[in-house]
Structures are given as structure tokens and as C-alpha cells.
């Protein structure tokens, strides 16, 4: 079966979006970019600031409510109904919780065909580069470096602490069928 989605899956600051943008121009045919950080972004003010939405702690930490996990499941929905109408679909996603973050997409895609990219990076690196992006908080990319992959299962990984996202988006490709 053609593969109808990618979702990538790493820490903040791991590389995923730059692997996305570079997916987009090798793969032979259009592909939809969807991130976590576009939800996120697209949240009113409020979210951000009730126990119920997600917020951001000093520390890097995240937290989910209620109300965000609600809204996610919806994202998650109309990102499967849009692979299902037809559209080639990449997920930049962090999967906070592991395995139940895996098994919340597995319940949204159903019987789509769907490649698993494990997107790993050192915690050092990673927190280098959130470092130098000045748009996170810091100890968010070291929190979750190890914790978007605990029970997780890819069909393939990549590891983004030496190798390059052009590098990464070819090993991908190569798994697209």
C-alpha cells in the first residue's frame, strides 16, 4: 500500500522540522506539512494559561489538560481525514506521553498507511540547539530527548546529533513506498 503519512516523532529541538521542509522537496510527489507547534500556535491565549490547555513551565516541562487533549484528538482527526481525502500527509509531532502519545495517532489513523520515524537526538545537542533558537524553554529539548520515545515503535529512526536533515529526509524517502 502507498504510504499516505509520515509521523515524526522526537524531542523539541531534535531536527523534525527541518526534516519535514527537506521531505517535502526530495520526495517525488506534494506533501502537507503538520506540526505539533502549528496546534499549539493556533490556540487562543487562554489555553495557554489554564490547567486545562498546555502550559510551559520555566523548566522546560509541559503540561496537558483536559481541554487540550480534547482538541488535539480533533486535530489528530481532520490530519487523518485529510490524508484519507487524498492528500500526502508529514507529522512533526513530540509524543510527551510515549507509547499513549503513539496510540492516540494509531486510534486517528485507522487502516491508513502510515511510515513511524523515530527523529532521536543527543540531550546535549538538542539542548544546544534550543539554545540557540531563543523560542523555547530551556530544559525542554534534554526533558524530552528520551521521554517522546519510551515504548514507541518505528519503522525506522533516525538520529539527528551528527547527521544532517537533508541527510535524514533521504533515509526516509527511501522507506516511502
Given at each position: 500500500?502507498?504510504?499516505?503519512?509520515?509521523?515524526?516523532?522526537?524531542?523539541?529541538?531534535?531536527?523534525?522540522?527541518?526534516i519535514v521542509?527537506?521531505?517535502?522537496?526530495?520526495?517525488?510527489?506534494?506533501?502537507?506539512?503538520?506540526?505539533?507547534?502549528?496546534?499549539?500556535?493556533?490556540?487562543?491565549?487562554?489555553?495557554?494559561?489554564?490547567?486545562?490547555?498546555?502550559?510551559?513551565?520555566?523548566?522546560?516541562?509541559?503540561?496537558?489538560?483536559?481541554?487540550?487533549?480534547?482538541?488535539?484528538?480533533?486535530?489528530?482527526?481532520g490530519?487523518?481525514?485529510?490524508?484519507r481525502?487524498?492528500?500526502?500527509?508529514?507529522?512533526?509531532?513530540?509524543?510527551l506521553g510515549?507509547?499513549?502519545?503513539?496510540?492516540?495517532?494509531?486510534?486517528?489513523?485507522?487502516?491508513?498507511?502510515v511510515?513511524?520515524?523515530?527523529?532521536?537526538?543527543?540531550?546535549?545537542?538538542?539542548?544546544?540547539r534550543?539554545t540557540?533558537?531563543?523560542?523555547?524553554?530551556?530544559?525542554?529539548?534534554?526533558?524530552?530527548?528520551h521521554?517522546?520515545?519510551?515504548?514507541?515503535?518505528?519503522?525506522?529512526?533516525?538520529?539527528?546529533?551528527?547527521?544532517?536533515?537533508?541527510?535524514?529526509?533521504?533515509a526516509?524517502?527511501?522507506?516511502?513506498?
Open positions: 500500500m502507498t504510504t499516505q503519512m509520515i509521523i515524526l516523532n522526537g524531542g523539541s529541538s531534535s531536527g523534525k522540522t527541518g521542509r527537506c521531505l517535502q522537496a526530495v520526495l517525488p510527489h506534494p506533501w502537507l506539512a503538520c506540526g505539533i507547534d502549528s496546534l499549539v500556535d493556533s490556540l487562543p491565549a487562554s489555553m495557554q494559561a489554564s490547567p486545562d490547555g498546555i502550559g510551559f513551565e520555566a523548566d522546560g516541562a509541559v503540561t496537558i489538560g483536559a481541554d487540550f487533549r480534547a482538541l488535539e484528538a480533533a486535530w489528530m482527526e490530519v487523518a481525514a485529510t490524508a481525502a487524498g492528500a500526502r500527509v508529514i507529522v512533526d509531532d513530540v509524543f510515549g507509547a499513549a502519545s503513539q496510540q492516540r495517532w494509531r486510534k486517528a489513523v485507522g487502516d491508513l498507511s511510515l513511524w520515524v523515530g527523529v532521536r537526538c543527543e540531550s546535549t545537542v538538542a539542548a544546544a534550543e540557540a533558537r531563543g523560542d523555547r524553554a530551556r530544559g525542554m529539548a534534554a526533558s524530552q530527548a521521554v517522546a520515545h519510551e515504548g514507541v515503535v518505528y519503522d525506522m529512526e533516525v538520529d539527528t546529533t551528527h547527521a544532517e536533515s537533508l541527510t535524514c529526509a533521504h526516509i524517502a527511501a522507506h516511502v513506498i
